[in-house]
């Protein structure tokens, strides 16, 4: 293409209302498909993660000034620990403790919790002796 065909195409698209087409075409590659490729996969499945056994995790290994070493520490005592008192040296509210007492210290730590009610109505926590 010369120089005057340009103007020509030009001075046509102007008349009929249409944009002049482009000189050069678009250094751009072909729009495909977004797909991946195939991958192999390795024959080795991803193993569980190893838990302590239950028992293996036991008071003595509470570090000192921790929130679980405050609570084992009271209900360490001869007799026991009210709900208020651990909530008061936790912070924690009273399902809070509960749930603490059930799971931390009964199941993970395998140390066995009683409860009974006091002369006031009032439940208190120890270890079983």
């Known amino acids: 293409m010369n120089a005057s065909s340009m103007e020509e195409n030009n001075a046509q698209a102007a008349a009929t209302g249409e944009k002049p087409k482009a000189n050069k075409k ?5 729009k495909s498909a977004h797909v991946t490729t195939k991958t192999t996969r390795s024959g080795k499945k991803a193993s ?3 838990k302590t056994p239950k028992g293996a995790k036991k008071a003595s290994s509470v ?3 921790s929130k679980t070493g ?3 520490d009271l209900l ?3 007799d026991g620990a009210t709900l ?5 040296a936790t912070g924690w509210q009273a399902h809070s403790v509960r749930g603490f007492l059930s799971g931390t210290i009964s ?8 409860s009974t009610k006091g002369e006031g109505g009032e439940r208190i926590y120890s ?3």
């Open 26 to 30: 678009a250094r751009v590659a072909p």
């Open 48 to 50: 569980a993660t190893k």
């Open 63 to 65: 570090r000192d000034g």
């Open 70 to 72: 405050k609570v084992v």
């Open 76 to 78: 360490k005592r001869p």
């Open 84 to 88: 208020k008192e651990l909530m008061k």
């Open 107 to 114: 199941k993970k730590m395998g140390l066995t919790v009683t």
């Open 127 to 129: 270890f079983k002796a």
